[in-house]
Nanobody, 121 residues
Framework: QVQLVESGGGLVQAGGSLRLSCIAS????????MGWYRQAPGKQRESVAT???????NYADSVKGRFTISRDNAKTTVYLQMNSLKPEDTAVYYC???????????????WGQGTQVTVSS
């Protein structure tokens, strides 16, 4: 199968920065798209930043200019650089990917376990 593991979350003061990482592994033949999503308590999960084949990126209006999504040269790790953090950014952040699997029927959407980001006032 496919595994996505996030790391880099933590507690930071407003105005600070964090860098989240997502390592993809497993039976991946190719990746169609990847993204970061977040969910605050009592709120629906929302898209934060996404990447798709060709290098196109998309950001939520609330994070535009503050967050940056990127991939390393090996294409095994996706990052979310978060600057100028605000208390309203507090949430569990999830990495997700739509992949083409090596085995037929193993492709589709996969989600990481999430990493907590807490921004204090």
């Amino acid at each position: 199968q496919v595994q996505l593991v996030e790391s880099g979350g933590g507690l930071v003061q407003a105005g600070g920065s964090l860098r989240l990482s997502c390592i993809a592994s497993g039976s991946i033949f190719d990746i169609n798209s990847m993204g970061w999503y977040r969910q605050a308590p009592g709120k629906q999960r929302e898209s934060v930043a996404t990447w798709r084949r060709g290098g196109m990126t998309n950001y939520a209006d609330s994070v535009k200019g503050r967050f940056t999504i990127s991939r390393d040269n090996a294409k095994t790790t996706v990052y979310l650089q978060m600057n100028s953090l605000k208390p309203e950014d507090t949430a569990v952040y999830y990495c997700a990917a739509n992949v083409v699997g090596i085995r037929a029927g193993t492709g589709g959407d996969y989600w990481g376990q999430g990493t907590q980001v807490t921004v204090s006032s």
